[in-house]
């Protein structure tokens, strides 16, 4: 009866490819951790996927310290001797040997959390004593010798001798090691994700940004931050995407002129590019023809537009992007004028999703009003959030002529029986349209009751279905 009873238990094990593929996609960090001491199997598969990409809370200095000290375990004699003078090199033994080659395994470099780690803990690392005899980079000052930035340029020669990055955000700060020592390697050859948040000049930063074309050439999403009054780096970022196989997603945010280099480079990339987010940009109208090209784009989102108001869009429409997806803010683009904002919209010529927002009762309510006769007739999604009138929203259902499939409204306000008795009889006379989505995440119940907003991403899961098929059958 044992030998049954444990043969009844003792299931077949999984392929380790398999288990791999589960841990990969355990999101919950302590679920994982609590893995690790189940079996050495498991702990094989587990600590490369910990260690791709390392986060340690801001403002802890406990793991801070522990993040540091186990990649500073990992130095080789090179590494040893930009931490350390030659006296000092016994300081090393301080520290546990790592049961694992952990930079092996880093995936994504966030140079600004690295930065933070460091500065957490850079005077506490194995002990007082061990952090004491890092080299300073200026020795001549007491107060602050900057131990960090050495540090820092060890841990960048470690990674750029075992790892192979998938991701790499970057900032401008001035202790971005020198050319030679960031790009030696291979480690940008699998780079397709890189982040550049650029508001001030930094030498060396700025070097490395111009060499980065030679050294990267794979990079499939780009995302930059530009406040930085410098043409000069504008054309080296503008070199970055011209040098690059197939980018699909970009994202762009600046106030200064000096980002039409940026825009115009953008069409080495027309036939790749999928998503485009503008923000902030102070853009020239002829900078959008390049966007007129992308035929595989699909996402157009303009938040925060600083285009000057005296330039006119042109007459032909074409030139704006054909995406199939548009995100409009309406009260954040001030210097977007009213016909503007038509000519976007009509010009987006198969496009099947638009968003609209706006904090200004106003600018939806006109915009419904006036975009009757320019949306193409591909559009068959509509989203409008914050503040709107139903009667404009009545008013515009009943006169559009493309065939609406989803509507979603966002209200900033209850929503009561009356507001739902409204809009539920404007839907319902729109045959084209099969679903009414109401977000109720201001809303504590359906009914007359008033909700606390929560700033938190579930907010958006809130969403209230109505059937309009399956009303109207009712209503037969």
């Not at 589960?22 to 702990?43: D, G």
């Not at 996927?49 to 310290?65: C, D, G, V």
């Not at 020669?157 to 202790?175: A, G, I, K, P, T």
């Not at 009757?372 to 409008?384: A, G, Y």
Request: proline residues 5%; neutral net charge; contains cysteine.
């Amino acid at each position: 009866m044992s030998t049954k009873s444990s043969n009844k238990h003792n299931f077949p094990s999984l392929p380790s490819e398999t288990i791999y593929e589960i841990f990969k996609h355990i999101q919950h960090e302590p679920t994982l951790f609590s893995c690790l001491f189940v079996n050495r199997a498991w702990c094989r598969k587990i600590v490369p996927i910990l260690w791709a990409r390392p986060k340690p809370p801001i403002y802890k200095e406990r793991a801070s310290r522990s993040l540091i000290e186990t990649y500073v375990s990992c130095f080789d004699d090179e590494e040893k001797s930009i931490l350390f003078a030659e006296e000092d090199l016994s300081q090393m033994d301080r520290l546990k040997s790592p049961l694992f080659e952990y930079a092996v395994f880093l995936k994504e470099l966030n140079y600004p959390l690295l930065r933070l780690a460091v500065r957490n803990c850079y005077r506490n690392l194995g002990d007082k004593e061990f952090s004491k005899r890092i080299k300073p980079t200026k020795p001549e000052v007491e107060v602050n010798p900057n131990r960090q930035i050495t540090i820092m340029k060890a841990l960048c020669n470690l990674f750029m001798r075992m790892s192979r990055l998938e991701s790499l955000v970057l900032d401008s700060y001035d202790d971005i090691p020198n050319v030679p020592l960031f790009t030696r390697g291979h480690c940008f050859s699998n780079l397709i994700n890189l982040k550049i948040y650029w508001t001030n000049f930094a030498s060396n930063m700025s070097n490395f940004i111009k060499k980065l074309p030679q050294i990267c050439t794979g990079i499939r999403d780009l995302s930059i931050e530009f406040d930085l009054d410098g043409n000069i780096e504008a054309e080296n970022i503008a070199n970055i995407i011209k040098s690059q196989q197939s980018l699909n997603t970009f994202g762009l945010s600046g106030s200064h002129n000096q980002v039409i280099p940026i825009l115009s480079a953008l069409e080495s990339q027309v036939e790749s590019l999928t998503s485009i987010k503008f923000s902030r940009i102070n853009y020239q109208w002829q900078s959008l023809d390049i966007l007129g090209k992308c035929s595989n784009l699909k996402s157009l989102d303009i938040v925060s537009s600083l285009c000057p108001v005296s330039r006119e869009v042109p007459d032909d429409s074409s030139i704006v992007a054909n995406g199939s997806s548009f995100n409009l803010h309406i009260s954040e683009t001030p210097q977007l004028d009213f016909s503007q904002h038509l000519r976007i919209i009509g010009g987006l010529k198969i496009l099947r999703y638009l968003h609209l927002t706006s904090s200004t009762p106003s600018d939806i309510n006109n915009l419904l009003s006036a975009m009757i006769t320019v949306l193409p007739n591909t559009l068959r999604h509509l989203n409008i959030e914050q503040e709107f009138s139903l009667r404009h929203l009545g008013t515009f259902l009943d006169s559009c002529k493309v065939p609406l499939e989803e509507l979603t409204l966002f209200p900033n306000m209850s929503i009561d029986t009356g507001y739902l008795t409204e809009i539920i009889g404007y839907v319902k006379d729109k045959s084209s349209l099969k679903f009414l989505y109401l977000n109720l995440s201001w809303e504590s119940g359906l009914v007359n009751k008033i909700f606390t907003k929560e700033i938190d991403d579930e907010v958006q899961k809130y969403l209230f279905t109505v059937d309009l098929d399956k009303l109207r059958g009712e209503e037969i």
